[in-house]
């Protein structure tokens, strides 16, 4: 089955440092990776994907993610946090081809610290 | 970008009464939406998979009677929480995406509580 892991409950780091929010998956077949944002009361807002191509992957407000099929990773980066960012994270990823359900992460919670 | 609006963003009812909430596509033709519940600090949980004209696929363990989904058009999705109950207060999400494609619009949220 299908399901995501972020095995931290929240990241702490300073503001100019980098950020890295982990998610390993399990997936039967090719993964199709999602990274979404969370603000406090809001939806979710989509940050980038992985489907194919080049393993990193560049997406919304300069988050990128790697996509490591050995380590079966699927890391968000930021090489340089701003207070902005401190929000709920969550990794995500889909059921199966030809259905877009999608198994999210936990979420974690980034404080980044002025 | 595709935009996805829900409605109403807070409600508060009594236990006993049904609550609609809305799921719109406002710029894209939704053939599939789903319906996530969120606790407060948690992941969201799909509860259920509604295609436009069909019957909605309910995830294990979630009642359809209890949440009804209605998908009469290719814009437009409805939830409602019949009977709600206190147990049934949470933060309701909804998401579109178009066949074939990868990547689902999220709304912006539907705060419920039951009192």
């Known amino acids: 089955a299908q399901s995501v892991a972020q095995p931290e409950d929240q990241v702490n780091v300073a503001e100019g440092n980098p950020l890295t929010v982990k998610c390993t998956y399990s997936v039967s077949g090719n993964p199709y990776l999602f990274w979404y944002v969370q603000y406090p009361n809001r939806g979710l807002q989509f940050l980038l994907k992985?489907?194919?191509?080049?393993?990193l992957v560049k997406g919304s407000y300069g988050f990128e993610a790697e996509f490591n099929k050995s380590q079966t990773s699927f890391h968000l980066k930021k090489p340089s946090a701003l207070v902005s960012d401190s929000a709920l994270y969550f990794c995500?990823?889909?059921?199966?081809?030809?259905?877009?359900?999608?198994?999210f992460g936990k979420g974690n919670q980034v404080v980044v610290i002025p | 970008g595709a935009v996805v609006s829900q409605h109403p963003s807070r409600v508060i009812c009594k236990s006993g009464t049904s609550v609609k909430i809305e799921c719109r596509s406002l710029?894209?033709?939704?053939?599939?939406m789903f319906w996530y519940r969120q606790f407060p600090k948690q992941s969201l949980m799909l509860m259920a998979t509604?295609?436009?004209?069909?019957?909605?696929?309910?995830e294990q363990g979630v009642e359809k009677d209890k949440f009804l989904i209605n998908h009469a058009s290719l814009t437009l999705s409805t939830l409602t929480v019949t009977s709600a109950h206190p147990e049934d207060s949470s933060f309701y999400i909804c998401?579109?995406?178009?066949?074939?494609?990868?990547?689902?619009?999220f709304g912006p949220g539907t705060r419920l509580t039951v009192l």
């Open positions: 509604s295609n436009e004209g069909s019957k909605a696929t309910y």
């Open positions: 998401s579109a995406g178009t066949s074939g494609d990868n990547e689902q619009f």
């Open positions: 995500a990823v889909r059921f199966s081809y030809g259905n877009n359900r999608l198994a």
């Open positions: 710029d894209f033709q939704a053939t599939t």
């Open positions: 992985y489907i194919t191509g080049d393993n």
